[in-house]
C-alpha cells in the first residue's frame, strides 16, 4: 500500500482499477467516490504495442499539463473529474462511469478527417470557422460491451473505434473512420442504441457543448503563446452522484497543436518519427508553459460624463473580467479624471478596457485616451437628438486614438473582443456565441 500525502490528507493506494496503455488508476482507500491517476512515462502510436516507447519526463510533464487545465476549467465552471495533484505524476480525481465515446473537436483539418472528407480538404490545413465535432464508439477488437452486454460485436473494424455518423439522432449508424463515406467498404452496417452506448439522461447536445466550450478555451489560451490549437480529444464519465463530467486526461496526448510554422507540439512528432528525447523537450516547453496558466484579473470601465448618463450594463460579464463604473466629466474635472486613470492601471496590471459614454463636447474620451495605451471605446449620448456632436468624438488630433460606437451593446462586445485576446475564458464565450449564429457556415 503506496501513500500520497497532499495538504496534510494521506490518501493511500488501493485496488488498481485500471491499467492501460499510459496510466494506471487506483482506488483511494477510505474516499470510495475518489481515485488516483498515475500517468506513465509509455507513448504509443498507431494502436500498435510495437510503437511503445519510454519518453522520460513524459509522466511528469502531462501531469503538470492536465493539473493546471482542470483547475482553470473548474474556475470558469466546465465540469471535470479532477480534484487535485497529488504528486508529480499523480492526480485525485472522481470515480465515475466511463461514456463509451471518444469525442473530437477540430479546428484544422488534419489526420483521419482529411482522409473521411478528401472533397472538403480545398487547402492545405483548412480552418473551420465552426468547430467540427465528431464522435466515435469505443470499442474492443470491434464489440462494445455496456452494462455487462454486448451491444455490438464482429464489427469490420476491429483496430479503429467506427465513427457515428448520424451523433445527434437516437439511432447511431456506424462507419469506418479511415474511409470516406461514398467507399464501398465505408458504411459498416450496424447500428446502435445512443442508450446502448451512453448513460441514460445524458444528451448528445450536452456532450457537444461541453465539448465545444472546452476546445474554445484552450484555442484561446493557447493563442496567448502564439500556439495554434488544431483539434483535441477528451472522454467524458458520470460520477456516482450523477454528474457529467470531462474525465482522463488533456495533455499533449491529446491534441493537434502547431506553431505558426506547424511544428507539432503534440504526439503527433512521435507519430512522424521525432526521436523520443526531442518529443519529451516539447512536452516539457508545454509543461513550463503550463506553470504560467491563468485567467487574468481584468477591467470594464463604463465611464459616463454625468449621472443622468444612461449606460445598458452587461447583465454578467465572463471569469476575469470585473466591471467598473466611474462619473466624470473630462472638461470640468481634468485633474480627477486622470487621477482616477492612473489608480485603474495600477490596480489591474492585466489591463482592460474603457467605454466612454458622453455627448455634447466630449472632452473625457480624448484626454483619456492621450494618456493611456488602454483601448478607450467612446459611445456617442446624444448622437440621435444632436448629431452634430458626434464630431466631437470623431474628428481626433494625433494621439488620440479611440474609437466610436453609437450603441452600447456594440461598444460593450467589441471591448471583451480586445479582452478576449489575453483571456481565453471571453475568448470561450465571444467564439461560442458567435459560431451559433450561423451553425451551418
Not at 495600477?346 to 485616451?369: E, H, L, Q
Request: aromatic letters at 10%.
Amino acid at each position: 500500500m503506496e501513500e500520497v500525502m497532499k495538504e496534510n490528507f494521506i490518501y493511500n493506494k488501493g485496488e488498481l482499477l485500471y491499467e492501460g496503455k499510459t496510466k494506471r488508476i487506483w482506488q483511494a482507500i477510505g474516499y470510495p467516490d475518489c481515485a488516483i491517476m498515475e500517468n506513465k512515462p509509455d507513448t504509443t502510436a498507431f494502436n500498435n504495442p510495437e510503437y511503445t516507447k519510454i519518453i522520460q519526463g513524459k509522466d511528469v510533464a502531462c501531469t503538470t499539463v492536465t493539473s493546471r487545465i482542470f483547475e482553470l476549467l473548474q474556475q470558469i465552471g466546465i465540469p471535470v473529474a479532477f480534484q487535485q495533484q497529488l504528486s508529480a505524476t499523480e492526480m485525485l480525481v472522481d470515480r465515475v462511469d466511463m461514456v463509451l465515446l471518444e469525442c473530437i473537436a477540430r479546428r484544422i483539418a488534419m489526420g483521419s478527417y482529411v482522409k473521411r472528407q478528401p472533397w472538403e480538404n480545398k487547402s492545405p490545413y483548412q480552418r473551420f470557422h465552426r468547430l467540427v465535432t465528431e464522435y466515435f464508439l469505443k470499442t474492443t477488437k470491434g464489440k462494445l460491451e455496456f452494462k455487462g452486454k454486448i451491444a455490438v460485436d464482429g464489427l469490420a473494424t476491429e483496430e479503429d473505434d467506427p465513427i457515428i455518423i448520424n451523433p445527434f439522432e437516437e439511432n447511431w449508424q456506424l462507419f469506418h473512420p479511415g474511409l470516406p463515406q461514398f467507399h464501398p467498404d465505408a458504411n459498416l452496417n450496424r447500428t446502435i442504441r445512443r442508450t446502448d452506448a451512453i448513460l441514460p439522461g445524458i444528451h448528445i447536445k450536452e456532450l457537444d457543448e461541453i465539448l465545444r466550450k472546452t476546445f474554445l478555451f484552450l484555442e484561446g489560451l493557447f493563442n496567448i503563446f502564439g500556439l495554434r490549437f488544431a483539434d483535441y480529444k477528451i472522454e467524458f464519465g458520470v460520477t456516482r452522484d450523477g454528474r457529467l463530467v470531462i474525465a482522463d486526461v488533456i495533455d499533449p496526448d491529446s491534441w493537434r497543436m502547431n506553431t505558426w510554422n506547424w511544428t507539432a507540439f503534440d504526439k503527433q512528432s512521435f507519430r512522424d518519427g521525432l526521436d523520443p528525447k526531442e518529443v519529451g523537450k516539447r512536452y516539457d516547453v508545454i509543461a513550463r508553459m503550463a506553470e504560467f496558466f491563468l485567467i487574468p484579473r481584468q477591467a470594464m470601465v463604463i465611464w459616463k460624463a454625468s449621472e443622468s448618463d444612461s449606460f445598458d450594463l452587461p447583465k454578467k460579464l465572463p471569469a476575469g473580467v470585473e466591471l467598473l463604473q466611474i462619473v466624470g466629466s473630462g472638461h470640468k474635472k481634468t485633474h480627477w479624471c486622470l487621477n482616477q486613470l492612473e489608480n485603474i492601471q495600477r490596480d489591474f496590471p492585466d489591463g482592460g478596457t474603457i467605454i466612454m459614454k458622453v455627448g455634447r463636447s466630449n472632452g473625457a474620451g480624448p484626454t483619456v485616451a492621450a494618456h493611456t495605451i488602454w483601448p478607450v471605446l467612446t459611445v456617442a449620448a446624444d448622437w440621435k437628438e444632436k448629431p452634430q456632436n458626434i464630431w466631437s468624438s470623431l474628428d481626433m488630433p494625433s494621439q488620440n486614438p479611440h474609437s466610436v460606437y453609437l450603441y452600447d451593446a456594440n461598444a460593450v462586445q467589441a471591448a471583451l473582443g480586445i479582452l478576449a485576446q489575453k483571456n481565453p475564458a471571453v475568448y470561450m464565450e465571444l467564439q461560442y456565441a458567435m459560431e451559433e449564429l450561423d451553425p451551418g457556415y
